[in-house]
């Protein structure tokens, strides 16, 4: 019998729910039960993948092809949760699929309303999150407690509540102890007042995690439990990390969070609980023997989470060679020609990520090129990887006009193309290349030696591709196609072997990092990296 945790948020956003939520996760995997993670989101978009990055971060990509919110990321680095297209609703999805069933006919005769229509469903997305049938079901409630468009989610998990055993449901309320530097003090009315917003829906928080900078005193705890209608022992406090994220989760576990997790759903606690391995993974974050510079040329440079995933992937290779990692963000609109050393000058490795569109195109293809031509290791991404391919093309192949039909549908030297099957879509929404496809790499590359199999599975967000019809001229002029879709016949991975590490990839290795297991080819890279920058040092 699957149990059922519900975390929402007050006072404010960007609390850190995603990551407390992946935490609490964490900690249940840790004392031996099975999870399920579920975001719902009340914005009305259906998918976050028609948003723009600076909206509402990167949009994060399943196995099944869902485009999703970045908390999944946490999610799936965190815990072994199995994350697909039922791991995260929005009102949208609620709606269309309501919408849907009464076009059908399915509520013939009867008036279609939020109660209980819309409840209904979102109590069966739910129960679909948890349809693996885990030990227990996490599911994040997005936005803040008070806002108009998260009421139905509230009102459909209070009646959740009421639909299974008193031990088999909870809620856990994230809040912000906000700190007035000018009375030094920590002040509760707001998490007084958000809990007061949740009862008034008819919810009573079982546990209150308290996110504060300032440590709480114990009057702050009992005033905080009084006021709250919240037992002391479930008041738990989650101090800013001192150094890195991993420490929430031990954090966490250091206040009694699981222990209180565990008591409310009646589950027994694991009697040999190790947390060995992640204290001598925090170690190794907390003292490194050096530090590398990445930069990340992208468009969207000063948001950090519209590249949440390659940051964190980044991080985790950089953790495994026992570095610490220094992000240098570089507008690749700044880029020019003759700026890319301005910009690029010292780093130890270059990394393009995906985008769309023409603004900043040719500051990727800049900084491509000085990563070439002065032998600095290289990881392009998604429309990193097909710049990657322009830039050969044009200033070692030859081709001067090569570009992307992407944003030059005319041009002659379409190196980059749409995709036949994208040739007859319409609409935008949902209908790129998504999800899992395999890849065959070709022995004797970087990619072979990074991943060390065969064939290997990544995931893809994309409308085109290297165009087969240049890929000999290419290939000629020194580039190698070192993985394909045989089955598709697509190329999805570009190298250069006369390179120290050049790797451009089709797909989206960043979904795939875990903090003590990076991802093959980000360790590789950032491995090189560090060999680059001590070459130089
Ligand atoms: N804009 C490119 C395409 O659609 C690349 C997409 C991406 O980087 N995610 O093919």
Redesign the pocket.
Known sequence: MTKFIFVTGGVVSSLGKGLTSAAIGWLLERHGYSVSMQKLDPYINVDPGTMSPFQHGEVYVTDDGTEADLDLGHYERFTHAKIDKHSNFTTGKIYRSVIQKERRGDYLGRTVQVIPHITDEIKSAIRKGASSGPDVAITEIGGTVGDIESLPFLEAIRQFSLEVGVHDCMFVHLTLLPYLGASGELKTKPTQQSVGKLREIGIQPHVLICRTEQPMSEDMFEKISLFCNVRREAVIEERDVEFSIYEVPVDLTKSGLDRQILTQLELQPSENLSLDDWYAFLDKVRDPVGTVEIAVAGKYIELHDAYKSIYESLSHAAISHTHSIKFRKVSAEQIHDSSAEEHLQGVDGILV?????ERGFEGKIGAIRYARENDIPFLG????M?AAAVEYARNVAGIDEAT?S?YAPDAEHQV?NL?EEQKTVHELGGT??LGAFDCKLTAGSKSHAAYGVDVVSER??????LNNAYRSRLEEAGMVMAGVNERLDLVEIVELPDHSWFVGV?Y?PEFKTRPMEPHPLFRDFVGAAIEHGSAQR
Do not use: A, D, K
């Open positions: 990520p995906g985008g769309f569109g991404i998604c429309y990193g097909q992307t992407e980059i995709m790129m290349r893809h967000r994309h409308r085109f591709e089709q989206h």
